[in-house]
């Protein structure tokens, strides 16, 4: 799948990770988190929805898992509360290396409504959905800075933004890692000095 490409730099195929399931990364291939944890970074994903779940396979290197979000009934956790609970981890320790994965759900979601900062509710859709996001997003970028956080961190945030309501025979329609509904990522910061690298 794109997440276990993103998360280890290598193709699809390399990563076995075409199809869903819990098969998830093989142990055999070090991911991006597993370097970050044995270079001392504190390593956390925070998943607002399925099908980033520690369940699914893709939990290799991430010290914390924060995918809780089913305990209450509920289909999936919004940008905002998702973006808080990584903003929260990476608080908890400020002045430490830490490399946050976080995975937003929301455009699966189109029937669930939306809030604005002023609290109107939003109509249902993709739309709203996409200014939930865009929203949340500036927010959580003004608290990094704010915060002094923006510096020593690393921080992904993906999404699935592609186009849920195709249908695949066997494969429900919020798990669905095909090319169709995939398109990653949304945003990556990388620390103060740090230089992107293929290798």
Same mark, same amino acid.
């Given at each position: 799948?794109?997440?276990?490409?993103?998360?280890?730099?290598?193709?699809?195929?390399?990563? @076995? %990770?075409?199809?869903?399931?819990?098969?998830?990364?093989?142990?055999?291939?070090?991911? +991006?988190?597993?370097?970050?944890?044995?270079?001392?970074?504190?390593?956390?994903?925070?998943?607002?929805?399925?099908?980033?779940?520690?369940?699914?396979?893709?939990?290799?290197?991430?010290?914390?898992?924060?995918?809780?979000?089913?305990?209450? %009934?509920?289909?999936?956790?919004?940008?905002?509360?998702?973006?808080?609970?990584? +903003?929260?981890? /990476?608080?908890?320790?400020?002045?430490?290396?830490?490399?946050?994965?976080?995975?937003?759900?929301?455009?699966?979601? &189109?029937? $669930?409504?939306?809030?604005? &900062?002023?609290?109107?509710?939003?109509?249902?859709? $993709? /739309?709203?959905? @996409?200014?939930?996001?865009?929203?949340? /997003? @500036?927010?959580?970028?003004?608290? /990094?800075?704010? @915060?002094?956080?923006?510096?020593?961190?690393? $921080?992904?945030?993906?999404?699935?933004?592609?186009?849920?309501?195709?249908?695949?025979?066997? $494969?429900?329609?919020?798990?669905?890692?095909?090319?169709?509904?995939?398109?990653? &990522?949304?945003?990556?910061?990388?620390?103060?000095?740090?230089?992107?690298?293929?290798?």
């Amino acid at each position: 799948s794109a997440p276990a490409s993103l998360f280890t730099g290598l193709s699809v195929q390399d990563t @076995k %990770g075409s199809t869903n399931g819990s098969f998830g990364i093989p142990y055999t291939i070090n991911t +991006l988190a597993e370097k970050a944890l044995a270079q001392g970074y504190r390593t956390a994903l925070f998943s607002g929805g399925p099908p980033i779940l520690a369940k699914s396979g893709l939990h290799q290197g991430f010290e914390d898992i924060d995918d809780d979000f089913m305990r209450d %009934g509920r289909f999936y956790r919004p940008a905002r509360e998702n973006l808080d609970h990584a +903003l929260n981890w /990476l608080l908890e320790s400020p002045k430490e290396k830490s490399l946050a994965h976080i995975f937003l759900a929301d455009l699966q979601f &189109p029937f $669930v409504g939306t809030f604005s &900062p002023d609290g109107k509710e939003r109509e249902k859709s $993709v /739309l709203a959905q @996409k200014r939930e996001v865009d929203e949340s /997003l @500036k927010w959580f970028i003004a608290e /990094l800075k704010k @915060k002094n956080l923006w510096e020593n961190s690393y $921080v992904f945030v993906l999404g699935l933004n592609g186009d849920a309501s195709s249908v695949r025979k066997d $494969v429900l329609w919020h798990e669905n890692l095909f090319r169709e509904n995939i398109h990653l &990522p949304l945003f990556i910061k990388l620390p103060a000095g740090a230089v992107a690298s293929s290798g």
